[in-house]
């Protein structure tokens, strides 16, 4: 069975301690996940290590970053590379999600770079896709994500993508309390491992585990996690509150 994952994305938010007192709201919870179940959590910079440390008598419990540069080395200030994440014991990354896309001019090809430089280091890409409301108005939806995948992340090799996590997030669904049905997000997840198929073969394909990421909350996950082609979410606002998150850890297929 394809890893079951809930993965946290708690974008710019919280101060120093507010993270510290929302990790410690998640042990507090004792989630108990099982073997092919995974909780990735991507905090802010300053805070990685500071949630490596907490999370870290969890076997099923992971920590990620939200970003990283293409380039493993050089004067690009602000920038955090792959080999600094690598050596700080991270073990995932997101790559391209829909707001560095839209607010920093992330295209295809820089993501392509970034998931090569991800997989040098031995870090492992959370790759985003997914459409705007017109895109999904004017029914091409599918024609938009299979561009995606295939411009940033179909020229890997069957033993390179083997295992990859993608999350699919409709952008219209992200911070606007508009949620995709579970249908609709079930059709998109299969058109996506359809993609993986023709490219890869279904062995490869059925590997890989795709995430929901659209305004998924304790409500809704159980429902949206049912569905066969969906592995999980990669949730925003939700997983700022250490209840609400766990409920969605607790609503992961077993």
Not at 4 to 9: G, R, T
Not at 119 to 138: Q, V, Y
Not at 140 to 152: P, R
Request: overall charge negative.
């Amino acid at each position: 069975m394809r890893k079951q994952i809930a993965a946290a994305n708690w974008k710019m938010n919280l101060n120093l301690n507010e993270a510290n007192e929302l990790l410690k709201g998640l042990i507090a919870e004792n989630v108990e996940l099982s073997s092919g179940q995974e909780a990735v959590f991507a905090v802010p910079f300053p805070y990685l290590l500071l949630a490596k440390d907490n999370l870290k008598g969890n076997k099923y419990f992971f920590i990620a970053a939200q970003n990283c540069y293409i380039k493993e080395s050089g004067a690009f200030t602000g920038e955090v590379s792959a080999p600094m994440l690598a050596s700080c014991g991270i073990e995932y990354v997101i790559i391209g999600h829909s707001e560095r896309r839209e607010y920093f001019n992330e295209n295809n090809f820089t993501l392509s770079q970034k998931i090569d430089v991800c997989l040098k280091n031995k870090l492992k890409p959370i790759f985003c896709c997914g459409e705007s409301l017109a895109i999904r108005e004017g029914g091409t939806q599918n024609d938009y994500v299979e561009t995606q995948l295939k411009e940033s992340l179909l020229h890997l090799d069957a033993t390179e993508i083997k295992g990859f996590v993608i999350a699919y997030e409709p952008i219209w669904a992200i911070g606007t309390g508009k949620t995709a049905t579970a249908g609709q997000a079930q059709e998109m997840h299969a058109h996506i491992r359809h993609i993986l198929t023709e490219k890869y073969g279904n062995d490869i394909a059925q590997s890989i585990s795709i995430l929901y990421g659209g305004s998924v909350k304790a409500a809704n996950a159980k429902e949206i996690f049912g569905k066969p082609d969906v592995d999980g979410g990669l949730v925003g606002g939700a997983s700022l509150n250490a209840s609400e998150f766990a409920e969605i850890m607790r609503s992961l297929k077993k």
